[in-house]
T-cell receptor, first 113, second 115 residues
Framework: GQQLNQSPQSMFIQEGEDVSMNCTSS?????WLWYKQEPGEGPVLLIA?????ELTSNGRLTAQFGITRKDSFLNISASIPSDVGIYFC?????????????FGTGTRLKVLA | DSGVTQTPKHLITATGQRVTLRCSPR?????VYWYQQSLDQGLQFLIQ???????AKGNILERFSAQQFPDLHSELNLSSLELGDSALYFC??????????????FGEGSRLTVL
């Protein structure tokens, strides 16, 4: 099915470094969601974005809703070992009164202490 | 805590058997989604229910079925299990109105191991 393109696919970084990842689509979304999934656990919603150009922070995480509405970015500042996991973007598509969710391919983050 | 509850957390069974996974959505959420995630793979959408009715079907095998009950909890039934059905199964719910409209909240998952 349809997927959102995320890049990079994986990242190995040193503790303390900043991280940037993005998510792109060929079509417009009105909402962007960012999730983190740790091994064996369920995805946890980190940030939800509702408006083009919106910049939202959650602690060391900052996400932006792209102006074109076809992309979104997630930044993590001063990474720590517990940031390890897979980060997914997702876009809900309204359909028949509910939503269909399109997911990104994920960015796998590893932090070296 | 997302508010979505899944049981059991772990399940080990043999090929050919049948299991039932249970999900309670967040209070007030009418939509329930089921996803399968095999090792190191992405989330594969299986099926969605909204207020007791099936709304969308993804890559769900005929051996699998689901339902949503009047109290909005949902069950995913997996039968004639095969080794390849070993995976994490996630339930998620989303509100249609209100503060978190459009957001999707996941449970902690049920890890199924078929031996």
């Amino acid at each position: 099915g349809q997927q959102l393109n995320q890049s990079p696919q994986s990242m190995f970084i040193q503790e303390g470094e900043d991280v940037s990842m993005n998510c792109t689509s060929s079509s417009i979304f009105n909402t962007w969601l960012w999730y983190k999934q740790e091994p064996g656990e369920g995805p946890v919603l980190l940030i939800a974005l509702y408006k083009a150009g919106e910049l939202t922070s959650n602690g060391r995480l900052t996400a932006q809703f792209g102006i074109t509405r076809k992309d979104s970015f997630l930044n993590i500042s001063a990474s720590i070992p517990s940031d390890v996991g897979i980060y997914f973007c997702a876009g809900p598509r309204p359909t028949s009164g509910t939503y269909k969710y399109i997911f990104g391919t994920g960015t796998r983050l590893k932090v070296l202490a | 805590d997302s508010g979505v509850t899944q049981t059991p957390k772990h399940l080990i069974t043999a090929t050919g058997q049948r299991v039932t996974l249970r999900c309670s959505p967040r209070s007030g959420d009418l939509s329930v989604y089921w996803y399968q995630q095999s090792l190191d793979q992405g989330l594969q959408f299986l099926i969605q229910y909204y207020n007791g009715e099936e709304r969308a079907k993804g890559n769900i095998l005929e051996r699998f079925s689901a339902q949503q009950f009047p109290d909005l909890h949902s069950e995913l039934n997996l039968s004639s299990l095969e080794l390849g059905d070993s995976a994490l199964y996630f339930c998620a719910s989303s509100p249609r109105t209100g503060k978190n409209t459009g957001e999707l909240f996941f449970g902690e998952g049920s890890r199924l191991t078929v031996l």
